[in-house]
């Protein structure tokens, strides 16, 4: 029972973290309905000029707000340069031209701090924590539960921003009609700068938290792959479905590792996710808490 | 629709030489404004006036640029020739987001809502040029931000309660019928306390009663809040009706100017309207 719970709890956990990559594409597709083909390049991006900060002998506490600001200029510039010239254009041209960033991105990345793999050291043991392990016999990796901690936090705090302030209702109101938006006065630029920004920060959190597990390597752009599942499964616009698919992602996962892995030889990690997305898009389309796709004729 | 119907709709207390608020100088005024898109000129030199407090209607048959003239005093469409002057301030680089910040709010010939958010929501939105608070201190609710908040609040249930949409508050806007979606329009263009208001055929497609009730609402927020209305309108009874003043555009040039009465009996008008029989 115990390993049922580890299993489980791990599942979760993970589960968290791609609901904050997911998180990422959502902000985005929310202000300007485009599914934005740079997060994971920015994801890797944020982590490994944050590691580049630290081997230049800047500290954790000072790298971090440093690589803050350069990921709110990196949002700023990517709005200024790439979004607001095709304000108003169809959603496809908005995705090749995220395409093209995801290309930019990566390869700036590269060229300014070398394609070494790196490691990056939080100060947090990937171990089980003593406690539970020595009070219930569960081992649950410290760095998880840090991670899962750090991930829910920015999760809940920017639902909350997004549901109930004028940041949020802005936000939506762009996303939904822009001329509209435009001509009762929403600041339609400094919607879009604000959550370029927001989600370069939380590209280098999700970052953060990939790179210290499996190092800081150019791997980590396809995180971004395993976001697709969570975000077809939530919903594109919903911040509470990305999060409910991640834990779910999370945990059928590990439990379908663990407990079926055995019987097809393993590796159902790598593709169960996918096998649930595709059933979502055949039953539910919109996700589990997307906006219900109504045509009318 | 012939003019008894309406006089019954909003009753004789609301015509309009009895209203709250005196008709003032000119606020707004065109001077030969002429707008092409490549070759096709969708406005030719056209010259009028907006007096402040009145209820002003642009009317013209199909294609006669009316919307292209809304279009350009609400800064989508920038003239190539003219000025346009705004309470005594000449405008060169208009914008929608300029205008908005300019006491100019609007509603569109095809509603143009915030679909997915709710009747609420849409209304406030419509509050926000009168926000000031940045993103950190919404993000942080600092003492501003819910001032803010709160203030709208109070206005936006002022307006739900003026335009009688209080059951429907929560409704996202997409599933509304078109005649309550229009309304909710006029309320978020409201919510900015707009000094001129420009209604892009606030009555197409309804019915008779919805016609009246949209009506009464107009003159109301004339009367009440002394609201500039500038107003495009295909249905003529409405237009004789509810404006003071007319302008008529036919191909792009301004054909009438006067009193509905003037308007009505000026040849030129009659002949864009009916055509002649020769």
Known sequence: MNFFFEVLVGGLLSGVMYSLVALGFVLIYKASGVFNFAQGAMVFFAVLSFVGFMELGLNFWVALPVTVALMVVVGVVTERLVLRPLVGQSEDTLLMATIGLAFVVEGVAQLAWGVKVRRLELGIADEPMGWLADNADILV??????????????????????????????????????????SVGIPLKQI??????????????????????????????????????????GGFTSVPGVIVAGLIVGAAEKMAEVYLGPYVGGGIEGWLPYVLAVLFLLVRPEGLFGEKIIRRV | MDMATHDHAHGDDMSTTQRGFA?????????????????????????????EHEIRAIIGPNGAGKSSMLNVINGVYRPQEGTITLRGQKLTDMTPNRAAAMGISRTFQNIALFKGMTVLDNIMAGCSQREHANFLEVAFQLPRARREETANREKVEEIIEFLQIEHIRKTPVKRLPYGLQKRVELGRALAAQPKILLLDEPMAGMNIEEKQDMCRFILDVNDHYGTTVVLIEHDMGVVMDLSDRVVVLDYGKKIGDGTPEEVRSNPEVIKAYLGVAD
Not at chain 1, 141 to 166: C, E, H, N, P, Y
Not at chain 2, 23 to 36: A, N, T
């Open chain 2, 23 to 51: 008709i003032g100088k000119p606020i707004l005024e065109l001077d030969s404004v002429s707008l092409r898109f490549g070759g096709v000129k969708a406005l030719t030199n056209i010259s009028f006036n907006v007096l």
């Open chain 1, 141 to 182: 990796s410290q760095l998880d539960v840090a991670a899962g901690l750090v991930a829910g936090i920015m999760v809940a705090v920017l639902a909350l921003i997004f549901s109930k302030t004028k940041v949020g209702r802005g936000l939506r109101a762009v996303a939904d009609d822009n001329a509209a938006a435009l």
């Open chain 1, 192 to 233: 879009l700068v604000v959550v370029w920004a927001t989600a370069g920060v939380v590209a280098l959190v999700a970052g953060m938290m990939w790179g210290a597990r499996s190092g800081v390597q150019f791997a980590l752009v396809g995180v971004a792959l395993k976001a697709m599942p969570v975000l077809i499964i």
